[in-house]
């Protein structure tokens, strides 16, 4: 096992992981800001990818196609926001995880029949598909690097987004009492629309980034939504440092399982049984992760409001 | 009192359409309504169990499929070791396959509710929204373990080529298969009427309302709640063991979190907390999927509208549509 392999699935890790984070990232404003639980999310990421993969089909350029993902994300949140999650803010959550599955199943199938059943290809723009060396032998896809730096400005954006502007002043307000600054005059439904069409960008661009990765299909948003909620979970829901925290964590954990489980347990097994049960452990290394981050801290590593 | 006598009625009405449709599908020979029925019956069974921990406990369980699953991987792989004469287990101890029903049932209520323990001891720790997220996380735990284990062929499953037998009874008879399932059914929903009704539902109630009173006076609400909370799997696990030898085919998708929603939606759909509410629901899922499935390939499009509707507007599903307010929360 080389220098360069480990420094490979660390960049594999971190590389989930930013990506984890700009999903989660999203996920948790709403939840802090209108205490609502949107298993949606993952469908938005679905119409990023999507829009995404179709634009850039029709006019050849990648990053156009970003944008329209983007603005296709942003606008189905604000629509879907104003026609079904306003609704839901005054409910229990088990009325929004209902409502929120029913619209799973409603863009799922309206996507299979605007954009067919089989799956779009979205290629890596042309001058990124290439690799850069590593420090020790093999190379690097440079795609994933701009994924990991997509990341690290989306963190860096939000951050200075909710510290240092005046809607993330009324985000912050909103997160600690909302009748409070409606009182002082913010239009809170402009304020909540905005703040959901914002998280839905994220997970748009999510979807776009990653779906150059894989094939852009109907329920691509529902595993990566899974991971997403395992990943607000730990970091403590509602809070952006702990989905930060809880994606690299989940990241690292995730990838370097895969890596290298199977090889612990090929110290002990036949190699035919250490591959499987490697492959197992690997997919409940997160569950476990989280579980045991729980029995330490219930409410998440960073609990808000608490 | 004259609501509650309503949905009394109402009741018996529910138990006797679900026991009229497959009677006269058999009248008229139609064996495939025969097999609708029995899977609503199942379902509804499903349901029943969720309802305990949703219902009754206030525990939004968003990983039932996770019960569900393992009771029909129970009974699946037990029946699969009987048909191929091997061993399930040779250490500790030797366990053969079987596929004796009373075996497959206990083996599966008994998986569903050793795992519900583990997960329901840590998950209860927690409550609302993390509650809701953790039992999920954990459902796709082992959902994700069952499609990588090679060793009951992952993700695409195990056929079964035989139904387990009962003493006196032919279980590959549809019509019996189904009273069978009819007769579980209305066995867990007395099971519930009697569990709510006793002092330990009386104290369920309680931890559902303010853990705080509860706990206030004398009875600590956490093992209360793990204890229906096991309780409910177990009926759930049980459900999943028919599900699987009604359909001869046991695969991960009776794990993955589609179905933990769908079991959520038979609750909501016939009302949260009705004891019969669960039938409802199912029957209502079932005949929607068959009828818009019957008009279009995007049944789903449309379910996912009427079930928005259901939730946006009609409150307290059917039975609180039809038989008015009964709870006092």
Same mark, same amino acid.
């Given at each position: 096992?080389?220098?360069?392999?480990?420094?490979?699935?660390?960049?594999?890790?971190?590389?989930?992981? #930013?990506?984890?984070? #700009?999903?989660?990232?999203?996920?948790?404003?709403?939840?802090?800001?209108?205490?609502?639980?949107?298993?949606?999310?993952? /469908?938005?990421?679905? &119409?990023?990818?999507?829009?995404?993969? =179709? &634009?850039?089909?029709?006019?050849?350029?990648? =990053?156009?196609g970003l944008g329209a993902?983007?603005?296709?994300?942003?606008?189905?949140?604000? &629509?879907?926001?104003?026609?079904?999650?306003?609704?839901?803010?005054?409910?229990?959550?088990?009325?929004?995880?209902?409502?929120?599955? /029913?619209?799973?199943?409603?863009?799922?199938?309206?996507t299979r029949w605007v954009f067919g059943a089989q799956p779009l290809y979205l290629d890596i723009p042309a001058g990124l598909a290439t690799s850069v060396p590593l420090p020790g032998g093999g190379?690097?896809?440079?795609?994933?690097? #701009?994924?990991?730096?997509?990341?690290?400005?989306?963190? #860096?954006?939000?951050?200075?987004?909710? /510290?240092?502007?005046?809607?993330?002043?009324?985000?912050?307000?909103?997160?600690?009492?909302?009748?409070?600054?409606?009182?002082?005059? &913010?239009?809170?439904?402009?304020?909540?629309?905005?703040?959901f069409a914002i998280g839905a960008m994220l997970a748009g661009l999510a979807g776009a980034l990653v779906g150059a990765l894989q094939s852009v299909e109907v329920g691509?948003?529902?595993p990566v939504l899974i991971l997403a909620f395992v990943v607000i979970v730990i970091g403590g829901i509602g809070s952006i440092k702990g989905a930060l925290i809880g994606a690299i964590l989940v990241g690292l954990v995730d990838t370097l399982g895969r890596a290298f489980l199977h090889k612990l347990f090929a110290l002990a097994l036949p190699p035919a049984e250490a591959n499987g049960y490697g492959a197992a452990m690997? /997919?409940?290394?997160?569950?476990?992760?989280?579980?045991?981050?729980?029995a330490w801290r219930p409410k998440g590593l960073f609990p808000v409001n608490a | 009192m004259l609501e509650m006598r309503n949905e009394t009625y109402l009741n018996v009405g529910i138990a006797l359409l679900l026991l009229a449709v497959p009677l006269g599908a058999w009248v008229m020979d139609e064996s495939y309504y025969i097999t609708v029925a029995s899977r609503v019956a199942i379902l509804a069974l499903a349901g029943v169990g969720l309802n305990l921990a949703l219902g009754f406990g206030g525990m939004v369980s968003f990983g039932h499929a996770a019960f569900f699953g393992l009771g029909g991987y129970a009974a699946g792989v037990l029946s699969h070791h009987a048909f191929e004469g091997s061993v399930f287990l040779n250490w500790p101890v030797t366990i053969d396959g079987s596929d004796a029903t009373l075996t497959l049932w206990f083996a599966a209520i008994l998986l569903s509710g050793a795992v519900a323990a583990i997960i329901g001891m840590i998950s209860l720790r927690t409550s609302g929204v993390y509650f809701i997220m953790i039992t999920l996380a954990f459902a796709?735990?082992?959902?994700?373990?069952?499609?990588?284990?090679?060793?009951?062929?992952?993700?695409?499953?195990?056929?079964l080529y035989?139904?387990?037998?009962?003493?006196?009874?032919? $279980?590959?008879?549809?019509?019996?298969?189904?009273?069978?399932?009819?007769?579980?059914?209305?066995?867990?929903?007395?099971?519930?009427?009697?569990?709510?009704?006793?002092?330990?539902?009386?104290?369920?109630?309680?931890?559902?309302?303010?853990?705080?009173?509860?706990?206030?006076?004398?009875?600590?609400?956490?093992?209360?709640?793990?204890?229906?909370?096991?309780?409910?799997?177990?009926?759930?696990?049980?459900?999943?063991?028919?599900?699987?030898?009604?359909?001869?085919?046991?695969?991960?998708?009776?794990?993955?979190?589609?179905?933990?929603?769908?079991? $959520?939606?038979?609750?909501?759909?016939?009302?949260?907390?009705?004891?019969?509410?669960?039938?409802?629901?199912?029957?209502?899922?079932?005949?929607l999927e068959t009828v818009i499935g019957g008009?279009?390939?995007?049944?789903?499009?449309?379910?996912?509208?009427?079930?928005?509707?259901?939730?946006?507007?009609?409150?307290?599903?059917?039975?609180?549509?039809?038989?008015?307010?009964?709870?006092?929360?």
């Open positions: 096992m080389s220098a360069a392999f480990i420094f490979e699935q660390l960049l594999n890790s971190l590389q989930l992981g #930013v990506m984890l984070f #700009v999903m989660a990232a999203g996920l948790t404003l709403v939840f802090g800001v209108m205490g609502l639980i949107n298993l949606a999310h993952g /469908s938005l990421y679905m &119409v990023g990818a999507f829009f995404c993969a =179709w &634009v850039a089909g029709e006019t050849g350029s990648f =990053w156009v993902g983007l603005v296709a994300a942003a606008a189905a949140g604000a &629509v879907i926001e104003m026609l079904v999650m306003r609704r839901l803010y005054d409910r229990d959550h088990l009325d929004q995880v209902l409502a929120t599955f /029913s619209l799973i199943l409603i863009f799922n199938e309206g190379g690097y896809p440079l795609y994933r690097l #701009v994924i990991i730096g997509f990341g690290i400005a989306t963190a #860096v954006g939000l951050y200075l987004l909710i /510290s240092r502007t005046r809607l993330g002043m009324q985000i912050r307000a909103g997160e600690s009492d909302r009748e409070m600054i409606g009182a002082l005059g &913010v239009d809170i439904n402009t304020l909540y629309t905005l703040v691509m948003g529902e690997a /997919s409940m290394a997160i569950y476990l992760l989280m579980a045991i981050v729980l | 796709q735990m082992i959902y994700y373990l069952a499609i990588s284990l090679p060793t009951y062929n992952g993700e695409d499953g195990l056929p035989l139904r387990s037998s009962l003493p006196g009874l032919d $279980m590959s008879d549809d019509l019996t298969f189904f009273f069978v399932c009819y007769a579980l059914l209305l066995l867990a929903i007395f099971l519930s009427v009697r569990i709510v009704g006793s002092r330990f539902g009386a104290a369920l109630e309680c931890a559902r309302q303010n853990e705080t009173r509860l706990s206030a006076i004398g009875i600590a609400p956490y093992p209360v709640k793990l204890t229906a909370f096991v309780f409910s799997a177990m009926i759930t696990g049980l459900a999943g063991a028919l599900f699987v030898e009604l359909n001869g085919f046991v695969s991960p998708s009776i794990l993955s979190w589609h179905l933990s929603g769908e079991i $959520m939606i038979f609750v909501i759909l016939g009302g949260v907390g009705r004891f019969y509410g669960p039938i409802v629901g199912a029957a209502l899922f079932i005949v008009y279009t390939e995007r049944w789903q499009l449309f379910l996912g509208i009427i079930l928005l509707g259901v939730v946006l507007f009609a409150r307290g599903g059917v039975i609180g549509l039809l038989a008015g307010k009964a709870r006092h929360d």
